[in-house]
């Protein structure tokens, strides 16, 4: 039994329908993204676009590709292999491709973003955003995430016992 009173199987069925679940929610935005960068390239003036831009949006696609990919492969793996008694090892790779999955889907936004001040105001503003959007990314999926993680671990000090 575990801290909340389930079995070790248990507590790995409701991670896997966590992780699955959270799958969801990324697969939304994975979709759309790739819906609107599918659309751009049928339009009049994608066709007289210079390198760069056709350049920047084939590397979009093919990163909202990977994140398909990545974030679809864990449910993927579980309908084929839940019934082999493989929750850990589902778990455990599931987690590695989300986050590589993420990952993915944060660098085709930020290229995307950036691809688009490009062709409104030029280099500077793909420069600019690419730096934003990329630093709104880490920190928010990674630096916030283990700022709270040192201050669960690491209380202040009137409330250390």
């Keep these: 039994m575990t801290g909340r009173g389930e079995t070790e199987h248990q507590r790995l069925t409701r991670n896997v329908n966590e992780l699955l679940g959270e799958l969801r929610v990324a697969q939304a935005g994975v979709q759309i993204l790739f819906g609107f960068l599918l659309a751009v390239v049928f339009t009049p003036m994608f066709a007289e676009a210079g390198l760069l831009v056709k350049a920047l949006h084939l590397a979009a696609v093919l990163l909202a590709v990977l994140a398909t990919a990545l974030l679809s492969a864990p449910a ?16 455990a790779e599931g987690n590695r491709m989300v986050l590589a ?56 000090a009137g409330n250390r016992p």
Excluded: M, N
């Excluded at 993927?76 to 778990?91: A, D, M, N, S």
């Excluded at 280099?123 to 709270?148: D, E, Q």
């Design 101 to 156: 999955g993420l990952a993915c889907l944060a660098a085709a936004l930020t290229v995307t973003v950036s691809l688009i001040g490009y062709v409104v105001f030029g280099l500077v503003a793909l420069i600019v955003l690419a730096v934003l959007v990329s630093a709104c990314f880490t920190y928010l999926w990674v630096v916030a995430p283990r700022r709270l993680q040192r201050i669960k671990q690491d209380p202040p």
């Design 76 to 91: 993927t793996w579980h309908r084929v292999l839940f019934r082999k008694g493989l929750r850990r090892e589902i778990l």
